[in-house]
C-alpha cells in the first residue's frame, strides 16, 4: 500500500484566493482525519470522517474551512478565503474501526498564505 | 475524556547515550497508547504501541516503551541514540472500547547531538 497521499506538498497562495488540500487514505480504513499543524498550537484536529459521513467538526476553525468525503478514497479540505494565518502544515490521517494499527498519516502539505 | 502529558518540550542528548521521554495520561477507562515520530518535513509515523498483555513493547529503530498502569506512565527509551533519532516524538491515547477521537500530546523534541 501507497499509504496515505496528499497533495500538494507545497501550496503558496494570496490572500483571499480558494485553497483545495487532497487526500487519498489507505484502502479498506474506515476513519478520516484532518489535522493542522503550527509552532503554536501544536497538532489540531479539524474534522474527521467515519464511512464518508463527516462525525466532528468541532475543530474547523470558521466558516472559511470546509471538508468533503464524497467517496471512500478520496476527501479534501478547502479554505475560502483563505488568510495568512491560515498558514500551517495540514495533514491527513486514516485508521481501522478498531484502531489497534493506530493513525496513519499522509506527508502533510505545507500550505504559506502571503 | 482523556489527556495526554509529555513532561518535556526539549531533550538534549549525546549521540551515544541512553534517552527517556516522558509520557503520563490521564483517563477514566482502558486505552491503547502510542507513540509517534515525526522528522523534519514529514508526517507523524507510528513507532510503537501498547494494547494489552506484555507492558513492555518494542517498536522500530530500536525504540521501546513500558507500560505502567499505576503510574499513568507510557515513557520511551532507547539504550543508544543515533544523530538520525532527531525528531520530533508524540504520545498518544485512545480508548480502547467505542470510537473516540485520539488524544495527543504536545510533543517533545528530541536532539541528538555529535
Known amino acids: 500500500d501507497a499509504g496515505v497521499i496528499q497533495s500538494p506538498r507545497h501550496e503558496v497562495t494570496e490572500m483571499g484566493q480558494e485553497v483545495t488540500l487532497r487526500c487519498k487514505p489507505i484502502?479498506?480504513?474506515?476513519?478520516l482525519f484532518w489535522y493542522r499543524q503550527t509552532m503554536m498550537r501544536g497538532l489540531e484536529l479539524l474534522i474527521y470522517?467515519?464511512?464518508?459521513?463527516?462525525?466532528?467538526d468541532s475543530g474547523m476553525p470558521e466558516d472559511r474551512f470546509s471538508a468533503k468525503m464524497p467517496n471512500a478514497s478520496f476527501s479534501t479540505l478547502k479554505i475560502q478565503p483563505s488568510e495568512p494565518r491560515d498558514s500551517a502544515v495540514y495533514f491527513c490521517?486514516?485508521?481501522?474501526?478498531?484502531?489497534?494499527?493506530?493513525?496513519?498519516f499522509g506527508s502533510g502539505t505545507r500550505l504559506t498564505v502571503v | 475524556a482523556q489527556s495526554v502529558t509529555q513532561l518535556d518540550s526539549q531533550v538534549p542528548v549525546f549521540e551515544e547515550a541512553p534517552v527517556e521521554l516522558r509520557c503520563n495520561y490521564s483517563?477514566?477507562?482502558?486505552?491503547?497508547l502510542f507513540w509517534y515520530v515525526q522528522y523534519p518535513n514529514q508526517g507523524l509515523q507510528l513507532l510503537l504501541k501498547?494494547?494489552?498483555?506484555?507492558?513492555l513493547v518494542k517498536g522500530i529503530n530500536g525504540f521501546e516503551a513500558e507500560f505502567n498502569k499505576s503510574q499513568t506512565s507510557f515513557h520511551l527509551r532507547k539504550p543508544s541514540v543515533h544523530i538520525s533519532d532527531t525528531a520530533e516524538y508524540f504520545c498518544?491515547?485512545?480508548?480502547?472500547?467505542?470510537?473516540?477521537?485520539?488524544?495527543f500530546g504536545i510533543g517533545t523534541k528530541l536532539q541528538v547531538i555529535p
Open positions: 490521517a486514516s485508521s481501522t474501526q478498531d484502531r489497534v494499527g493506530g493513525y496513519t
Open positions: 483517563s477514566s477507562v482502558s486505552v491503547y
Open positions: 498518544a491515547v485512545i480508548p480502547s472500547g467505542g470510537y473516540q477521537k485520539v488524544t
Open positions: 484502502s479498506g480504513h474506515d476513519y
Open positions: 470522517f467515519n464511512n464518508n459521513v463527516p462525525i466532528d
Open positions: 501498547y494494547l494489552s498483555g506484555s507492558t
